[in-house]
């Protein structure tokens, strides 16, 4: 049973601390991944790059939940906020909550203690949200008006 700080006890068999140099790994090498990726969204256009085209979109022919979320960044990184908004309406939205939930994931894995509170997502969350998903991605492949935008 996790304490107040949501680690498993000392003693417990399931409590396996990460080591210092882990600790160090993932908080040097996190940070430098996700510039390279990030430096990497910046540079490439990905409507120049069929590689990075959905797999999804690619093979089935409908675009998926996630579809425009590399155009969504590109845009996004060179501050074009509203095309950005167009590419992927529902990771837009989201983009801040998962931001601030892997920063603070991986700040108490630095630390090895939370640092910073941790939303309580309720496990009954996960049949809407599953549902919000599901209707999205039916919403963004009708190619009728209000729902054409949600195209990428």
């Known amino acids: 049973m996790p304490d107040a700080s949501g680690l498993p006890p000392s003693g417990s068999a399931s409590a396996v601390r990460p080591t210092f140099a882990l600790r160090l790994a993932v908080g040097i090498g996190a940070p430098l991944l996700a510039a390279a990726g990030l430096a990497f969204a910046f540079a490439v256009d990905p409507e120049d790059a069929p590689i990075l085209q959905c797999p999804t979109y690619r093979f089935l022919g409908f675009y998926c939940p996630g579809c425009g979320t590399t155009r969504l960044l590109h845009a996004l990184l060179h501050l074009r906020v509203a095309e950005a908004f167009g590419r992927n309406p529902l990771i837009f939205l989201l983009l801040p909550f998962l931001a601030?939930?892997?920063?603070?994931?991986?700040?108490?894995?630095?630390?090895?203690?939370?640092?910073?509170?941790?939303?309580?997502?309720?496990?009954?969350?996960?049949?809407?949200l599953f549902a919000l998903l599901v209707a999205f991605t039916v919403l963004r492949n009708l190619p009728y008006a209000p729902f054409a935008f949600l195209a990428p």
């Open 100 to 128: 601030y939930v892997v920063a603070a994931a991986w700040l108490r894995f630095v630390a090895a203690r939370p640092v910073l509170p941790v939303p309580d997502v309720p496990r009954w969350l996960g049949w809407p």
